[in-house]
């Protein structure tokens, strides 16, 4: 066994853990320690030191966390709290209370926590129950956004890119332009609060934001309509990255300039984008071309390393992180994830899995604990339009979308009640809550305004829209799996995932081009993975790989024809009659080909050099079938 063989991998686990915590408690927040421990530093005599006085040693403690006991008390303390919120998603989950998402339960959980915090007049329970939003977008969202991307169904996401595309851009510059004057309009002439321009421009900024960590979480659990699903996941998170960039601009630019960050957002947009992809593309080039296959923990490392490097340069260069990380998602479950080992797919599918569980777990917490800690500045008039004034430029963003993509059928048709619950889903949640707490606000005289003003529309968005969307689509008679696990099951129906539709033209050309990237970026088999032939063949081992085909994804007019019935186990030299009699349907298909060799495929064959071993094994008819 190698040293590498050695490195264990459940740590990695504690360590989210451990980051988690760094990430809700604000480091301006101090706990009081005991009191020989005074203004976290510790006075320690070194007798060791060879001078002539002694000298004494200044240890500073970490602000976040505190020294010796009161650290171990306080992650104690936090994880407790993050216990109890996993023991109620599983309790939910089990229920199976298909009205009742998670996501809200947590919601108020956390208010239950704050109260308990506010009532107990603890610092501990206080520190706690601070939150950091610089550390949310540094450490949460990108793990939050990368997993999105990682287990996106692609095909349905290209689709219905078109829609997607403009109600995140455009649909987004309407909200927050609509709202934002509209606000401010309604202040001038008295029937709202009066609050600046730019005060106005920033509410609208803010709560621009589509939340994805809402959003997702509601549908994965109600496993709604592919393309529902879709166009809301797509929106949700390229709209992030569009708000984003408004909320910088309108903090960075005067009135006059701020027409320049947004003359430069396809640029940005472009180049966040193309980070996401390049970085996703090295590491699959780095694990195709060296053999770390032999290590499996060093591919979980990689992995986790390269998902994370992408959202930093990005945001260290001033682009968007959240689209970087988004893309690069993408890219490496379909170009890196054929490299690895199957160990080492299964782990780091399961370890993406729980960062993100774990990140969307604490954001729906701290939003709850916001609530009975916040100090209110309450303004009804202002509060009522900017709910109001979102939900109008919503519609606008909407509709006029879907009548032109119908009309001109750039995509697969979107019916009224469809666009109808998009207009419905339009949450808010933790990137407007992270936003409106920002520092950058306090300078402003209505700061306090504008946060309870967020805050309110965060808790009407999620209990209005979270509770109402499974009555919503029961009434219209919108199509949901209620039969999935809530939040803790992550993935699509299988049924979504074999849909057989046509193709547009832009889905068309990425598939042509996936193909010609995959041969550049891809292992033509999964490693460590070989099917030994007959021994008395040319007295020659024959290895064989094993190679995935997707039977579902085959088209109907495919050149494929029966060859022979062939017992599964007569590969391995051996018989069974029990097994050729299995009538089981669908599944997969495996390909066995000689190792190392190469070959092409298109939407209607598959054609390999030679003449031999062409041959696929079905696991649906137990038997061989051969390409024409």
């Given at each position: 066994?190698?040293?590498?063989?050695?490195?264990?991998?459940?740590?990695?686990?504690?360590?989210?853990?451990?980051?988690?915590h760094?990430?809700?408690?604000?480091?301006?927040?101090p706990?009081?320690?005991?009191?020989?421990?005074?203004?976290?530093?510790?006075?320690?005599?070194?007798?060791?030191?060879?001078?002539?006085?002694?000298?004494?040693?200044?240890?500073?403690c970490?602000s976040?966390?505190?020294?010796?006991?009161?650290?171990?008390?306080?992650?104690?303390?936090?994880i407790?709290?993050?216990?109890?919120?996993?023991?109620?998603?599983?309790?939910?989950?089990?229920?199976?209370?298909?009205?009742?998402?998670?996501?809200?339960?947590?919601?108020?959980?956390?208010?239950?926590?704050?109260?308990?915090?506010?009532?107990?007049?603890?610092?501990?329970?206080?520190?706690?129950?601070?939150?950091?939003?610089?550390?949310?977008?540094?450490?949460?969202?990108?793990?939050?956004?990368f997993?999105?991307?990682?287990?996106?169904?692609?095909?349905?996401?290209?689709?219905?890119?078109?829609?997607?595309?403009?109600?995140?851009?455009?649909?987004?510059?309407?909200?927050?332009a609509?709202?934002?004057?509209?606000?401010?309009?309604?202040?001038?002439?008295?029937?709202?609060?009066?609050?600046?321009?730019?005060?106005?421009?920033?509410?609208?900024?803010?709560?621009?934001?589509?939340?994805?960590?809402?959003?997702?979480?509601?549908f994965?659990?109600?496993?709604?309509?592919?393309?529902?699903?879709?166009?809301?996941?797509?929106?949700s998170?390229?709209?992030?990255g569009?708000?984003?960039i408004?909320?910088?601009?309108?903090?960075?630019?005067?009135?006059?300039?701020?027409?320049?960050?947004?003359?430069?957002?396809?640029?940005?947009?472009?180049?966040?984008v193309?980070?996401?992809i390049?970085?996703?593309?090295?590491?699959?080039?780095?694990?195709k071309?060296?053999?770390?296959?032999k290590?499996?923990?060093?591919?979980?490392?990689?992995?986790?390393?390269?998902?994370?490097?992408?959202?930093?340069?990005?945001?260290?260069?001033?682009?968007?992180?959240?689209?970087?990380?988004?893309?690069?998602?993408?890219?490496?479950?379909h170009?890196?994830?054929?490299?690895?080992?199957q160990?080492?797919?299964?782990?780091?599918?399961?370890?993406?899995?729980?960062?993100?569980?774990?990140g969307?777990?604490?954001?729906?917490?701290?939003?709850?604990?916001?609530?009975?800690?916040?100090?209110?500045?309450?303004?009804?008039?202002?509060?009522?339009?900017?709910?109001?004034?979102?939900?109008?430029?919503?519609?606008?963003?909407?509709?006029?979308?879907?009548?032109i993509?119908?009309?001109?059928?750039?995509?697969?048709?979107?019916?009224?009640s469809?666009?109808?619950?998009?207009?419905?889903?339009?949450?808010?949640?933790?990137?407007?809550?992270?936003?409106?707490?920002?520092?950058?606000?306090?300078?402003?005289?209505?700061?306090?305004?504008?946060?309870?003003?967020?805050?309110?529309?965060?808790?009407?968005?999620?209990i209005?829209?979270?509770?109402?969307?499974?009555?919503?689509?029961?009434?219209?008679?919108?199509?949901?799996?209620?039969?999935?696990?809530?939040?803790?099951?992550?993935?699509?129906?299988?049924?979504?995932?074999q849909e057989?539709?046509?193709?547009?033209?832009?889905?068309?050309?990425?598939?042509?081009?996936?193909?010609?990237?995959s041969?550049?970026?891809?292992?033509?088999?999964?490693?460590?993975?070989?099917?030994?032939?007959?021994?008395?063949?040319?007295?020659?081992?024959?290895?064989?790989?094993?190679?995935?085909?997707?039977?579902?994804?085959?088209?109907?007019?495919?050149?494929?024809?029966?060859?022979?019935?062939?017992?599964?186990?007569?590969?391995?030299?051996?018989?069974?009659?029990?097994?050729?009699?299995?009538?089981?349907?669908?599944?997969?298909?495996?390909?066995?080909?000689?190792?190392?060799?190469?070959?092409?495929?298109?939407?209607?064959s598959?054609?390999?050099?030679?003449?031999?071993?062409?041959?696929?094994?079905?696991?649906?008819?137990?038997?061989?079938?051969?390409?024409?």
């Open positions: 066994m190698g040293i590498f063989d050695q490195i264990p991998t459940k740590p990695i686990f504690v360590l989210i853990i451990l980051l988690s760094h990430v809700i408690v604000n480091t301006t927040t706990i009081t320690l005991s009191d020989d421990e005074n203004d976290y530093s510790t006075l320690i005599k070194d007798n060791d030191i060879d001078n002539d006085n002694d000298q004494e040693a200044i240890v500073h970490d976040s966390l505190g020294c010796g006991s009161d650290a171990s008390r306080l992650i104690l303390l936090f407790i709290v993050l216990f109890f919120s996993v023991m109620v998603v599983y309790f939910i989950s089990s229920l199976n209370i298909h009205y009742l998402p998670d996501s809200v339960c947590l919601v108020i959980y956390g208010v239950i926590v704050g109260v308990i915090g506010r009532l107990s007049h603890s610092q501990l329970i206080e520190h706690v129950s601070s939150f950091d939003p610089d550390k949310f977008f540094l450490f949460l969202l990108p793990i939050i956004i997993e999105t991307g990682f287990s996106l169904p692609k095909t349905h996401f290209l689709r219905n890119l078109p829609s997607i595309l403009i109600l995140a851009i455009f649909g987004t510059v309407i909200a927050f609509f709202t934002g004057i509209g606000i401010y309009l309604l202040g001038t002439l008295n029937i709202s609060r009066q609050i600046q321009i730019k005060e106005a421009l920033l509410i609208g900024a803010i709560g621009s934001a589509i939340d994805p960590v809402s959003t997702i979480a509601i994965k659990a109600l496993d709604v309509d592919p393309i529902l699903y879709m166009i809301v996941l797509g929106e998170v390229l709209n992030d569009v708000s984003v408004i909320f910088q601009s309108v903090l960075s630019y005067s009135l006059t300039e701020i027409w320049k960050p947004i003359l430069f957002f396809f640029a940005l947009s472009i180049g966040s193309a980070i996401g390049i970085t996703s593309l090295l590491l699959a080039l780095l694990l071309h060296f053999n770390i296959s290590y499996p923990p060093l591919e979980t490392i990689f992995m986790i390393m390269f998902s994370y490097i992408s959202y930093l340069v990005s945001d260290s260069i001033g682009l968007s992180g959240i689209l970087s990380s988004f893309f690069s998602g993408m890219t490496m479950s170009y890196s994830l054929q490299n690895l080992t160990e080492t797919k299964h782990t780091i599918t399961q370890l993406y899995k729980t960062g993100a569980f774990i969307e777990t604490i954001a729906f917490i701290y939003i709850g604990i916001s609530l009975p800690i916040h100090e209110f500045h309450v303004s009804v008039p202002l509060i009522l339009f900017t709910i109001i004034l979102f939900m109008v430029s919503r519609a606008i963003a909407i509709y006029p979308t879907f009548f993509c119908n009309r001109f059928k750039i995509q697969p048709y979107v019916s009224k469809i666009q109808f619950v998009i207009w419905f889903s339009g949450l808010r949640g933790a990137i407007s809550f992270s936003l409106s707490l920002s520092e950058s606000l306090n300078g402003y005289p209505s700061a306090p305004y504008i946060r309870t003003t967020i805050l309110i529309l965060v808790y009407f968005s999620l209005t829209f979270g509770l109402g969307t499974y009555p919503l689509l029961k009434f219209l008679k919108i199509s949901t799996n209620t039969s999935m696990v809530q939040t803790l099951d992550t993935s699509m129906s299988k049924e979504y995932e057989q539709t046509k193709h547009t033209y832009l889905g068309s050309f990425m598939k042509r081009l996936e193909y010609k990237l041969l550049i970026f891809s292992r033509a088999h999964a490693p460590q993975e070989t099917i030994k032939g007959d021994d008395n063949d040319n007295d020659q081992e024959n290895n064989y790989f094993i190679h995935e085909y997707d039977n579902s994804a085959q088209q109907p007019d495919n050149h494929i024809e029966m060859e022979s019935y062939y017992d599964t186990n007569n590969i391995n030299g051996s018989s069974d009659d029990n097994n050729s009699n299995d009538d089981s349907t669908g599944g997969d298909a495996i390909l066995l080909v000689p190792k190392e060799t190469e070959f092409e495929s298109s939407s209607n598959i054609r390999f050099p030679g003449k031999n071993h062409n041959m696929i094994k079905s696991h649906s008819t137990s038997s061989l079938i051969k390409l024409k």
